[in-house]
């Protein structure tokens, strides 16, 4: 059984920043893509970021291209999630999550793994 804690979460005023971690258990981190979603009251779960295996290959929803940056560290099977220059909007619940394989995935249905979230509150 995989367990992902989410952690970094927090009240911040737009323009701010802030880093989400999130510590996977395992053996086997760095053979799965990770990804970041985010989910805001009222709303649909939604895709943010995601990273192949190996680290080497990203990608973003367009909301947050350019604002947000997604990594990992293998040797300490833990996925990042810088968040810089924050709105209002992007105040929701941050999930993390390990896909089925090696891929990057912006998908849902691609991963089968979630963290409990992160609540990040950004105040205008």
């Known amino acids: 059984q995989v367990q992902l804690v989410e952690s970094g979460g927090g009240l911040v005023q737009a323009g701010g920043s802030l880093r989400l971690s999130c510590a996977a258990s395992?053996?086997?981190?760095?053979?799965?893509?990770m990804g970041w979603f985010r989910q805001a009251p009222g709303t649909e779960r939604e895709f943010v970021a995601t990273i192949n295996g190996g680290g080497t290959i990203t990608s973003y929803a367009n909301s947050v291209k350019g604002r947000f940056t997604i990594s990992r560290d293998n040797a300490k099977n833990t996925v990042y999630l810088q968040m810089n220059s924050l709105k209002p909007e992007d105040t929701a619940v941050y999930y993390c999550?390990?896909?089925?394989?090696?891929?990057?995935?912006?998908?849902?249905?691609?991963?089968?793994?979630w963290g409990q979230g992160t609540q990040v509150t950004v105040s205008s």
């Open positions: 999550a390990r896909a089925r394989d090696y891929l990057h995935s912006g998908r849902f249905s691609n991963y089968d793994y």
């Open positions: 395992g053996r086997t981190f760095g053979g799965y893509g």
